[in-house]
């Protein structure tokens, strides 16, 4: 597996990669509505595009293509972290998030936070990220309840 960071080129790899993992993971935590709602944000082409590459975007590929990838912001945001369904539990998540902490490390950033999912909340907890608070937010009107996390450097 090799990592490396998100070019223009892949956002097409990455929306169906996004979309596709809602929609098998999330029904064992989310209603229908709310996986549908989530699922949908891979097809707002302009919001994905500015989601990936606004972001400083890790992508893991391996020969079956792109395998998952997460995004840190300038600010610390964790803006994503996600691995094709099909392979989650094999350690990509890990090697992704550590790749995100070597570069907050790098950059002198003394703190991330995030906003983690069902599914995602222990891949944060695992690097030793803090829950502090939940929020509910509002996606095309479905209600979310994520999880805020922060890890201080």
Known sequence: ???????????????????????????????????????????ETDAFERFILDAI???AEDETGIVGFAGIEQNGH??????????????????LMQTILTYASQNQM?????????????LFKKFGFQLYDTEVVDRNGVEFTRYLVEYLC
Not at 9 to 14: K, V
Request: overall charge negative.
């Open 78 to 95: 964790v803006s994503s972290a996600y691995v094709r369904g099909d392979r989650i539990r094999q350690g990509i998540g890990s090697k």
């Open 1 to 43: 597996m090799h990592i490396r960071l998100a070019h223009e080129s892949d956002l097409a790899e990455l929306a169906t990669l996004f979309h596709q993992t809602v929609l098998e993971h999330a029904p064992q935590s989310y209603t229908p509505e709310q996986t549908q709602a989530w699922a949908s944000f891979a097809t």
């Open 110 to 122: 003394p703190r991330l936070y995030g906003e983690a999912s069902e599914f995602s909340l222990g």
């Open 57 to 59: 975007t890790y992508v």
